[in-house]
């Protein structure tokens, strides 16, 4: 059993950045594919980013790719998804999850724990 828990979300202009982090609770982190994804209001909910157990190989959604980065602190149990250069179009409820898994997937499906979400919004 995992448990994830959000942080850092908010209000931010255009142009601004945050730090969003994902603590967890439970046993073998390090075990773990940690991802984020984001809902939009009227939206699907979709892949944002993610990374390895180890922290070695990451995977991006084009959408984010040069402006958000995601790390790992095993020892922290803790994720962390830099945003930088956010847009209006980056508003959205913001999800950790976890995958028992080697790859990273990018489908919501494979992710077997979830936190609550976490509001970011981007004014222009």
């Known amino acids: 059993q995992v448990q994830l828990v959000e942080s850092g979300g908010g209000l931010v202009q255009a142009g601004g950045s945050l730090r969003l982090s994902c603590a967890a609770a439970?046993?073998?982190?390090?075990?773990?594919?940690m991802g984020w994804f984001r809902q939009a209001p009227g939206k699907e909910r979709e892949f944002v980013i993610g990374?390895?157990?180890?922290?070695?190989?990451?995977k991006y959604d084009d959408t984010v790719k040069g402006r958000f980065t995601i790390s790992r602190d095993n020892a922290k149990n803790t994720v962390y998804m830099r945003m930088n250069t956010l847009k209006p179009e980056d508003t959205a409820m913001y999800y950790c999850?976890?995958?028992?898994?080697?790859?990273?997937?990018?489908?919501?499906?494979?992710?077997?724990?979830w936190g609550q979400g976490i509001q970011v919004t981007v004014s222009s």
């Open positions: 999850a976890a995958a028992y898994r080697r790859q990273i997937p990018t489908v919501q499906n494979l992710y077997g724990y």
């Open positions: 990374i390895s157990g180890g922290g070695e190989t990451t």
């Open positions: 439970g046993r073998a982190f390090s075990n773990y594919v």
